[in-house]
């Protein structure tokens, strides 16, 4: 862990008050909880937000877009199938009802210090592998190893924590960490889908591979046809089929996921029946696209779901790896060309609500000014932040929605002016008074859908002497650029639990800036930002993460590294009225993996719909 040096005796002290107790008292339980206690007891025997006698069996089909050719979902390499991952089990698994809970799965127990220098997970004795061989430490060790050594850039920096992974009984492996405040560092290795050594020994684990690997979860790889679709089927005699963090999970008989070219086909296949369940992103689809004999009839439910999730930020993404977008003056003034109150109105049939914080829909978001420990952290690095972050409250630019922009553009022009821009009298284009570069860049885009947010924003900067060229790219090449940060800007986002962690350095740390396949899509490099990254993952407290994260949302809110774009407090769902589900949606949101079929609404369904065909 990154040492602090601004302000080392403050945030020292804020670290030491937590730690009072012995680092030799040792947890041993059934879970782990980040920070306070569990909501489950050790007896517990499922979840509140499942049914535990739900029925199994039926098919469910979904969708996926563009095409796959890997069944390793842990590799750079490749495009993953849909549901690749589903096929294994990890040691534990966090609830959807807690900040950031998890109870044993291949894990028993799970025991660490008070200080959390180092985890140690015992394996169920009955865990085993579709091939019928137990689940061994020695697979646990295995996967570590290869995960870090062979998989993904993101491992060996998510798992660069970790001193020493050993063997330290029959059926229990024992991580050591290294020396820093780490407390989150026992729940990612609970997070680790083991791997089977036996299988993959004698075979390349850096390439891709069409032939189905060999699992220990609730599905297996049934059928497939590469870029049109994957089946999986569940396990009949899966193991951990009585495991309470598994109970009344994984009700699907099969699981079929159908590929299409992009969403605008998706969306038409999905209403024509080819498929079953969709989260609706679009908010013009939303509106306008279901009104249809189907949903009239009751057919196809539509329906919303609140939960209390952080939204994240979603937005226009700066490369700041590009000269033209590193001065943080450039970077505001085309904040005030995204006229989101029109495009809201407009385009977006007032769904959303504008972001503001990294961090939206939750606790953790900065608001106001900052106080008590979020003010003392700010305040002893201020000569290395944005002075803003001190004194303002961050709120994106805004207009009355009339698509009037002229103010807005005022602004924006006097800050390029700041940073050295002029409009040249001849061309009329935006042009650096030192170098005569003009200010030109490209918008990529993976889907045509955004282009009716894309090209308005464009118009705009063009009324600044700004050229902007919009272009959409196949999957692919988009999953390839993306991978090595070839581009100008983007439309970008950064999902966020409620209880933020490691997973931070792989959005904003320097070191990820670099890092091939890393999260930090805006290229950020700033020794600040990296200090208050290292003080979230040390929080000692849920109080401490709180402050702390507030701080880093503050200045990532003051860098300007996006345009930001929107949230919404709930999902939209839509779906063929053939699956049950339980009564409670827990703070995650609706967690489709706890539905079902129901046999009599799937039988309803058909004979209406064969009815309708026959007339």
């Known amino acids: ?24 008292e040792t947890y041993k339980g059934h879970g782990i909880a980040m920070h306070g206690d569990l909501k489950y007891p ?60 998890q109870y044993g799965v291949l894990a028993e127990t799970v025991e660490t210090p008070k200080d959390r220098s180092w985890v140690a997970f015992t394996l169920r004795a009955q865990a085993r592998w579709h091939d019928g061989k137990p689940v061994t430490v020695e697979d646990v060790v295995w996967t570590f190893a290869t995960l870090k050594e062979k998989g993904s850039p993101f491992f060996r920096f998510y798992y660069g924590g970790v001193a020493k992974v050993e063997k330290t009984g029959p059926r229990t492996v024992k991580f050591s960490f290294k020396p820093g405040d780490n407390r989150e560092l026992p729940l990612i290795l609970g997070q680790i889908q083991v791997l089977p050594k036996h299988y993959w020994e004698g075979r390349d684990f850096k390439k891709t591979t069409l032939k189905p690997p060999l699992g220990n979860g609730p599905y297996r790889i049934k059928t497939f046809e590469p870029n049109r679709n994957v089946v999986y089927e569940r396990v009949a005699d899966y193991w951990g089929r009585n495991v309470p963090a598994m109970k009344g999970l994984n009700n699907f008989g099969t699981i079929r996921f159908e ?41 196809i439910k539509k329906e919303t779901f609140e939960h209390g999730r952080s939204t994240g930020m979603q937005g226009f993404v700066f490369n700041l790896r590009k000269p033209i977008f590193q001065d943080r003056l450039v970077r505001r003034a085309l904040a005030y060309a995204f006229d989101f109150e029109w495009s809201n109105k407009t385009l977006f049939y007032g769904q959303y609500t504008r972001s503001n914080s990294f ?37 994106a630019p805004s207009t009355d929605g009339k698509g009037n922009l002229r103010s807005n553009l005022r602004i924006a022009m006097k800050l390029l002016r700041q940073a050295g821009w002029r409009v040249d009298k001849k061309t009329r284009k935006l042009t650096h008074a030192k170098t005569g570069k003009r200010f030109e860049f490209e ?82 490099k700033d020794k600040a930002v ?23 949302d503050r200045v990532l809110q003051w860098r300007h590294i996006v345009v930001p774009h929107w ?15 339980p009564k409670v949606t827990p703070v995650r949101g609706a967690q489709f993996m706890s539905w079902w079929i129901d046999p009599l609404k799937a039988e309803d369904l058909a004979k209406r719909r064969k009815s309708t065909k026959s007339n």
């Open 1 to 24: 862990m990154a040492m602090i040096r601004t302000g080392l005796s403050l945030l020292a002290a804020l670290s030491l008050a937590a730690f009072a107790a012995s680092a030799e």
């Open 42 to 101: 050790a007896d517990f025997t499922h979840f509140d937000y499942v049914n535990p006698n739900a029925p199994k069996g039926g098919e469910v089909r979904r969708s996926a877009i563009g095409g796959y050719d890997s069944f390793n979902p842990f590799i750079i390499r490749g495009r993953p199938a849909a549901g690749s991952a589903m096929i294994y089990d990890s040691l534990m698994w966090g609830s959807a009802d807690e900040p950031f809970s």
């Open 259 to 299: 590929y299409y070219r992009d969403s605008t086909v998706a969306l038409e296949a999905f209403k024509a029946g080819n498929y079953d369940f969709r989260r609706e992103n679009s908010s013009k689809a939303w509106a306008t696209a279901y009104d249809i004999p189907a949903v009239r009839q009751g057919w």
């Open 359 to 395: 961090f939206s829909n939750s606790e953790l978001a900065a608001a106001g000014l900052p106080q008590g420990e979020e003010k003392q952290i700010l305040e002893a690095m201020k000569d290395r932040i944005p002075p803003e972050a001190l004194t303002t409250e961050y709120k």
């Open 443 to 524: 918008v990529m885009l993976v889907s045509p859908l955004f282009e009716r947010i894309v090209l308005p924003y464009a118009k705009n900067l063009e009324r600044l002497g700004i050229e902007v060229a919009t272009r959409i790219v196949d999957s692919a090449q988009y999953q390839r650029r993306i991978l090595d940060f070839d581009y100008d800007m983007i439309v970008g986002s950064w999902g966020q639990s409620l209880s933020p962690g490691n997973e931070q350095r792989n959005s904003w740390s320097t070191e990820a800036a670099d890092r091939s396949g890393s999260r930090n899509l805006s290229g950020i």
């Open 530 to 552: 990296d200090e208050l990254v290292e003080l979230v993952i040390g929080a000692p407290t849920r109080e401490s993460l709180v402050a702390r994260t507030r701080a880093l």
């Open 567 to 581: 949230h919404i407090p709930y999902d939209r769902m839509v779906y063929w009225d053939k699956f049950g589900r």
